[in-house]
Nanobody, 124 residues
Framework: QVQLVESGAGLVQSGGSLRLSCAASGRTISSYAMGWFRQAPGKEREFVAG????????YYADSVKGRFTISRDDAKNTVYLQMNSLKPEDTAVYHC?????????????????WGQGTQVTVSS
């Protein structure tokens, strides 16, 4: 079992930045691909960013490409999401997820473990 806990929630003005963290416990994440997803009220959970095992490959949703950066520190068993140039439409609960295996994944059902999420609110 892998337990994931997100942190870094906040209220920020449009154009601002936030850094989310996802701390894992139970197992080392070095064997897992990791992802960030978000869910706004009344909407389905959507893929934001993914990073492969070892960090060699990253992938982003078109809506965040060039603004968000996913990274991982396996020594700290932690994954990060640096979010810059935030927009009101980025407002959502952000979840991290872990998938055992290589590559990266953008489908919700592909992931094995999920965190409870952390709220990001961007005001205009």
């Amino acid at each position: 079992q892998v337990q994931l806990v997100e942190s870094g929630a906040g209220l920020v003005q449009s154009g601002g930045s936030l850094r989310l963290s996802c701390a894992a416990s139970g197992r080392t994440i070095s064997s897992y691909a990791m992802g960030w997803f978000r869910q706004a009220p009344g909407k389905e959970r959507e893929f934001v960013a993914g990073i492969s095992r070892g960090g060699g490959s990253t992938y982003y949703a078109d809506s965040v490409k060039g603004r968000f950066t996913i990274s991982r520190d396996d020594a700290k068993n932690t994954v990060y999401l640096q979010m810059n140039s935030l927009k009101p439409e980025d407002t959502a609960v952000y979840h991290c997820a872990a998938k055992y295996g290589t590559g990266w994944y953008e489908v919700v059902t592909q992931y094995d473990y999920w965190g409870q999420g952390t709220q990001v609110t961007v005001s205009s």
